[in-house]
């Protein structure tokens, strides 16, 4: 590529307390082979070792802050009013890069396709006991239902956060991403899957209390982007159901201990 083919890509790491992780995501970018890379690295006023790890790397990254916020969308949110990348990825704190080439693997086909709003591909989420392979195995029109794609391997065409807007940083904790996505899908927005494993990414694990709020969250998500009322009723009491059926199995699975 000569310099007038490679566009500047901005990635953006939000973090709290991430001593354990933060290392070996903020490797995975400097290791990158795209050499045009803005890393911004917004931190929530760790008290831990994660502002040393980061000082260590200072001098490969752009930009980093450290101070209260008001949650990860909220987090999200500062680094990409910071950033001033053709592209933008956030990569969280726990997550990291599948090999060295990711992001120029991403531009060849970005400078080809320069109109698509959001690339998407694959992730390798890492289980306790197995990794999974996660492929978008669903039509967009789900996204009216819920999160079919996975946001940790969203390259977003800065374009997009102009016409769409940002994250809902005041509404929603957990599911910002869901209603940024699916606001984008109800306004036509122009989503491109490529067929890479871009990022491989912790579980971290779903509380059933974290579920009813997702299932909360996701409902205000839909009615916010105004999908049908009946539609959006029938796909949350769905999602109850099933968790109250769940918790029941555990709790006979359990009993018989």
Same mark, same amino acid.
């Given at each position: ?6 566009p $500047?890509?901005s990635?953006i790491?939000?973090c709290f ?8 995501t ?5 290791n ?7 890393y911004?690295?917004?931190? @929530?006023?760790?008290t831990?070792?994660?502002?040393d *790890? *980061? ?7 752009s930009?980093? *802050?450290s ?8 987090a999200?949110? %500062? @680094? ?5 990348? %053709?592209?933008i #990825?956030?990569?969280n704190?726990?997550?990291r ?7 120029e693997?991403?531009i %060849?086909v970005?400078?080809q396709?320069k109109n698509?709003?959001?690339? #998407?591909?694959q992730?390798l989420k %890492? ?6 392979? =996660? =492929?978008?195995? #669903?039509p ?8 079919? $794609?996975? #946001? ?8 997009a ?6 994250? =809902?940083?005041?509404?929603f ?8 996505t699916?606001?984008c899908?109800? !306004? ?7 067929d890479?494993? $871009?990022?491989?990414?912790?579980d971290g694990?779903?509380s059933?209390? !974290?579920?009813?709020? *997702?299932?909360?969250e996701d409902?205000i998500?839909?009615?916010l ?5 009946f539609?959006?009723?029938?796909f949350?009491?769905r999602?109850?159901?099933?968790l109250i059926l769940?918790?029941l ?6 009993? =018989?201990?």
């Open positions: 590529m000569t310099n007038t083919e490679q $500047l890509v990635i790491t939000v307390n991430s001593q354990d992780t933060i290392e070996d903020i490797l995975s970018v400097i990158q082979t795209y050499e045009n890379i803005e911004i690295i917004i931190d @929530g006023g760790s831990d070792g994660t502002i *790890i *980061i000082k260590k790397y200072e001098g490969r990254i930009k980093y *802050i101070e209260p916020d008001q949650g990860i969308y909220d999200m949110n %500062k @680094g990409i009013n910071l950033s001033k990348g %053709k592209l #990825h956030i990569l704190s726990d997550d890069y599948y090999n060295d080439k990711i992001v693997s991403i %060849k970005y400078l396709n698509v709003d959001i690339f #998407h591909g992730i %890492k289980y306790k006991r197995f990794d999974s392979i =996660k =492929k978008v195995k #669903h967009l029109a789900m996204l009216k239902k819920t999160m079919v $794609l996975y #946001h940790p391997s969203f390259f977003v065409n800065r374009k956060y102009e016409r769409y807007g940002k994250f =809902k940083s005041d509404v904790k957990i599911s910002a991403d869901y209603e940024w699916l606001r899908y109800c !306004n036509n927005a122009f989503f491109y899957s490529i890479i494993l $871009l990022v491989e990414m912790n694990g779903i059933s209390n !974290n579920m009813l709020n *997702i299932i909360k409902y998500a839909r009615k982007n105004e999908i049908n009322y539609y959006n009723m029938a949350s009491i999602r109850l159901l099933y769940e918790k199995r555990n709790v006979v699975v359990n009993g =018989k201990r």
